[in-house]
């Protein structure tokens, strides 16, 4: 048996004459949460819908739980997904929507008060869905997903909207799942969460795949960097010339200078700027983070 989960060959939608998803290829591993990432409009929703078997690809092909797309009958009993938020009826109480769904699926009922459990809704199962935070709403639409005891969870920004604290409860149940054995295929806009979560990556940029891996041979990858910022905003792009001047890459965003290099070299990026009359207020070294290596991929800079 493959010890894959999601396995993506050479997979392709078309929309007219427009790519969505191009020649995309990536293996996500049993077991583990992968996070999905790119710019909006990269293709992540399209590529989703292809895997659950919602649309048809225009060419290429792709396996869930070792079953093909072309037959969503043979492995949907065992993935459970949320898409575009959940949709529950405002008038009933949590477990009485979960029980409606376990009905209509042919789950067992005992399903229900686990899930609620599991999800930390355990208080709450009686009270109305409309009564719900965005946070609980979201947590709910995780039970629902997980109603068949599925194999394979795919969530389509779980956390969009919420606050800190949603966002936190959301990757801890996320971490508890991957921990008792469930692979977790996550799209989200939140970078920092997913660097928090995921031991694997696949990232889109306009429809196609610029890493899939294990999240940390993507740091191991990157170059250390700094971040500066100058006593007059408009030294900023004079900065980017000079670390350039010097065989360093750089760029501006969110109104400092990001330079490629390693920390020892700030003392020379330093002292060029003071001969050039620039005042550096702020000169910090870093280690590439995924939010960094994200812009850097796919140039979607600030």
Not at 116 to 121: A, I, K, S, T
Not at 155 to 172: A, H, M, S
Not at 219 to 238: G, R, S, W
């Amino acid at each position: 048996m493959s010890n894959l989960a999601i396995s993506v060959k050479d997979l392709s939608k078309k929309y007219g004459s427009s790519l969505a998803v191009s020649h995309t290829n990536f293996e996500v591993p049993l077991g583990t949460i992968c996070g999905f990432v790119g710019p909006n409009g990269a293709g992540k929703t399209t590529t989703i819908r292809m895997l659950l078997g919602l649309i048809s690809p225009t060419g290429g092909d792709a396996q869930i739980l070792g079953e093909p797309i072309t037959s969503p009958d043979k492995y949907l009993a065992s993935v459970g997904a949320m898409i575009e938020g959940p949709a529950f009826y405002p008038a009933l109480s949590g477990a009485e929507n979960l029980r409606v769904l376990a009905t209509l699926g042919g789950f067992a009922q005992e399903r229900v008060d686990q899930l609620l459990e599991q999800v930390g809704l355990a208080d709450r199962g009686g009270s109305k869905y409309k009564t719900y935070s965005l946070g609980m709403k979201q947590r709910l639409g995780i039970a629902a997903a997980l109603l068949p005891n599925p194999k394979l969870l795919i969530l389509d920004e779980p956390t969009n909207g919420l606050d800190p604290e949603g966002i936190q409860e959301i990757r801890q149940l996320l971490r508890s799942l991957a921990d008792k054995g469930t692979t977790v295929f996550v799209s989200s806009h939140l970078l920092s969460e997913l660097e928090l979560i995921s031991e694997y990556l696949v990232m889109l940029r306009k429809g196609e795949v610029v890493f899939a891996g294990p999240i940390q041979d993507l740091f191991d990858q990157q170059q250390p960097f700094m971040i500066v910022k100058t006593q007059n905003e408009q030294d900023l792009a004079k900065i980017v010339v000079i670390a350039q001047s010097a065989g360093h890459k750089a760029h501006l965003r969110d109104g400092s200078a990001h330079i490629e290099g390693p920390a020892e070299w700030a003392g020379t990026l330093n002292k060029l700027a003071f001969d050039s009359g620039i005042l550096i207020t702020q000169l910090s070294p870093q280690m590439p983070n995924l939010e960094e290596t994200f812009f850097e991929l796919t140039g979607n800079q600030k």
